[in-house]
Nanobody
Framework: QVQLVESGGGLVQPGGSLKLTCVSS????????MSWFRQAPGKERELVAR??????EPDYAEFVKGRFGMSRGKNTVSLYMNNLKPEDTAVYYC????????????????WGQGTQVTVSS
């Protein structure tokens, strides 16, 4: 059974930092596409950062480049958020896409429950 559990959200002042952690179970995350998404009130969920595997550098959305960093371990994925802005306020979700090719090609998507990040003075 695949599970993703996020932690680390909270209230932070503008310019502050937070670290989000996603602990995965039920699969080996090494060859799984791991991503962080976020969703602000009244807005669509958007991709923040994505790591296609444990050996490649992550890709980042333009609005977080230079401020956020993503790393992954055996069963954890972290999002380091620096110089936070009020517009970064959102629920942040961990996402895993598991691709299998045998016997048939399929993609399975899994989401964590989300963790709230609020940037406010």
């Amino acid at each position: 059974q695949v599970q993703l559990v996020e932690s680390g959200g909270g209230l932070v002042q503008p310019g502050g930092s937070l670290k989000l952690t996603c602990v995965s179970s039920g699969f080996t995350s090494r060859d799984v596409i791991m991503s962080w998404f976020r969703q602000a009130p009244g807005k669509e969920r958007e991709l923040v950062a994505r790591s296609v595997n444990a050996f490649s550098e992550p890709d980042y959305a333009e609005f977080v480049k230079g401020r956020f960093g993503m790393s992954r371990g055996k069963n954890t994925v972290s999002l380091y958020m620096n110089n936070l802005k009020p517009e970064d306020t959102a629920v942040y979700y961990c996402h895993a896409k598991i691709i299998t090719v045998t016997p048939d090609y399929r993609e399975d998507d899994y989401w964590g429950q989300g963790t709230q990040v609020t940037v406010s003075s």
